[in-house]
């Protein structure tokens, strides 16, 4: 349903994008992930209008996307979310979704609302106050909720559990293993912990320096080497940790590999060491 050719995307001398190839089916789950400034929040922008790719295409059911504007987007099924919650704070949660789904999805579906005000865990809170006043876990719920009000069949979610405590964490990876099935939404999730990666995707790809540098199943793609260098190559601390959640994480896949084939995994292989 989403299809990427050559999409590139250039701020002055900077390519954020470059060359990127990517398809993603109808109803599939694929995790994005990458170094900080790999380009993946363009990627989203690029394929929600936010911004004008300077080259290739972005295909949505076979359609160019080129020159439609965002709520056109959103109109035809992509939806998304923002890294930084962007509720309208004076407006009560339950207004939020209403706003949502009528610009959105160009309809208001009471019981669609009700609906996704279950699922998401903000049934409390949706008539009382105002959305601005929400803590962090209730505005990631609200931003993914506001996203489903659109009714997306291509959601793209930005680092919604950023942030969130190890509870409301797993709280909100149950409701993104549902989403698919209850929802019927292709879903491209950009997250940094390689745990939930794994958990929730059984496709990854992997930007770095705008470049798609791997795209396949996580055990495979976290013990590439490409990978592997693309975060030991940096020096931020979030890289460093995924860096060492891609070790763990192939050092796991190799072990449950080795178990398959009843030998040892190999201790000397270079990219545990990197
Ligand atoms: N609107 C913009 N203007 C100029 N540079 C931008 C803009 N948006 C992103 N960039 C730059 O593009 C690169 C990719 O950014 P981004 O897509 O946000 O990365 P990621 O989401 O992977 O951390 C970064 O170097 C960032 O500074
Ligand atoms: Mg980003």
Redesign the pocket.
């Known amino acids: 349903m989403l299809e990427l050719k050559n999409l590139s995307v250039r701020?002055g001398g900077?390519a954020?994008l470059d060359g990127v190839d990517l398809a993603l089916g109808a109803g599939q789950v694929l995790g994005l992930v990458?170094p900080?400034?790999?380009?993946?929040?363009?990627l989203f922008n690029a394929v929600s209008g936010l911004v004008r790719p300077g080259a290739g295409r972005v295909l949505f059911d076979g359609r160019d996307l080129a020159g439609l504007a965002p709520h056109r987007r959103a109109r035809l099924g992509v939806g998304r979310t923002f890294q930084i919650p962007q509720p309208l704070a004076r407006l009560t949660v339950a207004e939020n979704l209403l706003v949502a789904q009528r610009f959105g999805a160009g309809r208001v579906d009471p019981a669609r609302l009700a609906e996704i005000l279950d699922f998401t865990g903000l049934a409390g809170k949706a008539g009382h106050d105002a959305a601005g006043g929400l803590a962090l876990s209730e505005l990631k719920a609200l931003e993914l909720a506001k996203a489903l009000a659109t009714a997306p069949r291509l959601l793209l979610l930005d680092e919604v559990l950023a942030g969130l405590e190890s509870h409301g964490k797993r709280r909100f990876m149950a409701m993104l293993a549902e989403l698919p099935a209850r929802f019927g939404s292709a879903v491209l999730l950009i997250e940094h912990d390689i745990e939930t990666i794994h958990a929730l995707c059984p496709r990854v790809a992997v930007?770095d320096f705008g470049r798609l540098i791997a795209d396949g199943a996580p055990a495979d793609v976290f013990r590439d080497p490409a990978v592997v260098r693309s975060y030991t190559g940096t020096g931020a601390d979030a890289d460093a940790a995924m860096a060492a959640g891609a070790r763990a994480a192939a050092a796991r896949a190799a072990a449950a590999d080795a178990a398959a084939a009843d030998v040892d995994p190999d201790p000397g292989a270079g990219w545990r060491d990197a």
């Open positions: 701020f900077l954020a990458g900080n400034g790999a380009g993946k929040t363009t930007l």
